[in-house]
Nanobody, 125 residues
């Protein structure tokens, strides 16, 4: 079975950092797109960042450019999201998702066939 396991969320003060992990299993991992989305209470799910596991191309939402860094360890089948200078507005449930065709998109959730259970990030002011 294809599975994505997100972890690393928690409570952090504003200005702090967290690193989220998305561990994949059940597929080869190479040549896929792995993205992070987040959903705050009462808001739509929004794309945050995406990485292509074939060539390590990365994409970021404007709101997190320079603040978040996505990376992958193909040997471990894990994608990371390093989040620095966290703000209260970064509070959300963060989900990782896989597009098995390898196409990154942050505008829509539609291309992503597999989703992990979210991990909650809470940033206190």
């Amino acid at each position: 079975d294809v599975q994505l396991q997100a972890s690393g969320g928690g409570l952090v003060q504003a200005g702090g950092s967290l690193r989220l992990s998305c561990a994949a299993s059940g597929f080869t991992f190479y040549n896929y797109a792995i993205a992070w989305f987040r959903q705050a209470p009462g808001r739509e799910r929004e794309g945050v960042s995406c990485i292509s596991t074939s060539d390590s191309s990365t994409f970021y939402a404007d709101s997190v450019k320079g603040q978040f860094t996505i990376s992958s360890d193909n040997a471990k089948k894990t994608v990371y999201l390093r989040m620095n200078s966290l703000k209260p507005e970064d509070t959300a449930v963060y989900y990782c998702a896989a597009d098995l065709w390898g196409l990154c998109s942050l505008r829509t959730t539609s291309p992503y066939e597999e989703w992990g259970r979210g991990t909650l990030v809470t940033v206190s002011s």
